[in-house]
């Protein structure tokens, strides 16, 4: 019995997809408008009322239902076949919708031109000033 009260704790549930989701205890509570240590007793409770779970799952961006679905297992075998079968298929060709990049490195080159744009427009500026 007590095994099964562990697969439905949904604080629990709730506290692995918020660390799944890289969010932070304080992160999820400024979204909810709560305390970080009202998060913690969200995610140490074994049952939440309706109203307070979907407020949860709407800040964690899932369903309350994926919520109370969530498995370990599950997830663990959902990302073990994503990265098993997205980077190539068996004659070794690549999907069309694989990312190339780092879609870091982007922002950080998009971030150096405007940067560099708006030295430019200082210098351009400067020389007009400069004529008068």
Do not use: W
């Not at 629990?12 to 979204?31: D, H, N, Y």
């Not at 950080?108 to 210098?123: H, P």
């Amino acid at each position: 019995m007590e095994t099964v009260k562990k697969n439905n704790h949904i604080g629990r549930k709730i506290g692995r997809i918020r660390e799944l989701r890289g969010m932070k205890q304080e992160t999820l509570a400024e979204m909810l408008g709560v305390s970080q240590q009202s998060v913690s007793k969200i995610e140490q409770s074994e049952t939440l009322d309706n109203e307070r779970l979907e407020a949860v799952a709407k800040a964690l961006g899932v369903t309350p239902e994926a919520i109370h679905n969530f498995s370990e297992e599950l997830a663990i075998n959902y990302f073990n076949n994503f990265y098993d079968n997205s980077f190539s298929n068996s004659q070794g060709t690549f999907h069309p919708n694989n990312c190339t990049f780092n879609p870091l490195d982007k922002v950080v080159e998009l971030y150096e031109r405007l940067v560099q744009a708006e030295k430019d427009k200082v210098t351009y500026l400067e020389k007009l000033l400069d004529k008068k």
